[in-house]
């Protein structure tokens, strides 16, 4: 089966249009190592190219880069070594966990150290694909020129090789684009969060060629599981003989071509189905009837 694709950004790099998100993989809850690992050789058996990961995707402080350093084990260890050099790794820094807790921290000094302990993490052998800053400061302690400062220096010293912003409007993107070119957005977008499609930022991306990264496209756990007790859903999911969950990805897949859904996974089924999505084209009429259900 061929993998619907795009390129990352403005960048001659192809992606899969569907991600593996891996913050199921690495925090409270989380499976074993062992089972982690087979996840991602899954998600890579199944031909998907991009992988999102952050160094918070963790317990604690204690355990910070963990997401990173699992994935760097689970390719490795994964047996076709031609494969993996198509694997785009996702990360983000920029957050802190202490006590477990998440907690934003833009500090310029201490986003030099991240970027440095997850090129490490990752193998320190090549730069990071694609480098995140994951909150955009609430505060002025910090101005967004000082806090990328150590992020375009990353690029020169080819620590990172592409970067992406999250969590970011577009007044904000426009000012990082001052200062460092970046191919990617990662916000929330799904069924019950649709914020990035009526500010406009969802159009922005895609008319400056930006990747725009969906994160939480089930609506993360307190919302995911209402999804398949909708009634809309339901017949949506009979119609076209896939999941409701499938149908959502298939919905998000419709709002443009620079979209790109992470559905995280922390079971080889979860991941299997969310590919499934690729080959579902909703009909207008039912694209429509999403637009207009009311998701609560």
């Known amino acids: 089966m061929e993998i619907s694709t795009i390129y990352l950004g403005h960048t001659n790099v192809k992606m899969t249009r569907i991600g593996l998100g891996s913050m199921p ?7 074993t190592q062992e089972d982690a690992i087979k996840v991602i050789h899954r998600t890579l058996d199944l031909g998907i190219t991009l992988i999102d990961t952050a160094d918070a995707y963790c317990l604690d402080e204690n355990d910070k880069n963990y997401s990173e350093i699992l994935i760097y084990q689970a390719l490795q260890t994964y047996p076709s070594s031609a494969h993996i050099n198509n694997i785009i790794i996702a990360t983000k820094g920029g957050l802190i966990r202490p006590g477990g807790a998440w907690e934003t921290d833009l500090n310029p000094s201490r986003i030099r150290q991240a970027i440095q302990k997850s090129y ?13 800053i994951h909150n955009c400061p609430q505060d002025n302690k910090y101005t967004l020129k000082e806090i990328f ?29 001052t200062y460092v070119d970046i191919q990617s957005v990662q916000n929330v977008f799904n069924l019950f969060k649709r914020q990035a499609e009526t500010d406009g930022l969802l159009n922005y991306c895609e008319n400056n060629n930006l990747t725009f990264l969906a994160y939480s496209p089930m609506g993360g756990r307190r919302k995911h599981k209402k999804l398949n007790k909708d009634k809309l859903l339901i017949h949506l999911g009979e119609k076209y003989h896939c999941s409701t969950y499938c149908i959502v990805l298939a919905w998000i897949l419709s709002k443009s071509k620079c979209i790109v859904p992470i559905p995280g996974a922390s079971k080889i089924t979860s991941i299997e189905d969310s590919i499934k999505a690729l080959d579902i084209h909703l009909d207008q009429d039912d694209i429509e009837q999403i637009n207009n259900h009311k998701f609560i």
């Open 25 to 31: 993989l690495s925090i409270y809850g989380r499976p």
């Open 149 to 177: 400062q150590p992020i375009c220096e990353a690029v020169e010293l080819k620590l990172i090789q592409y970067v992406g912003v999250s969590n970011f409007n577009v007044e904000q993107i426009k000012e990082v684009q």
């Open 120 to 132: 490490e993490s990752l193998g320190g052998q090549k730069p990071i694909p694609l480098w995140q």
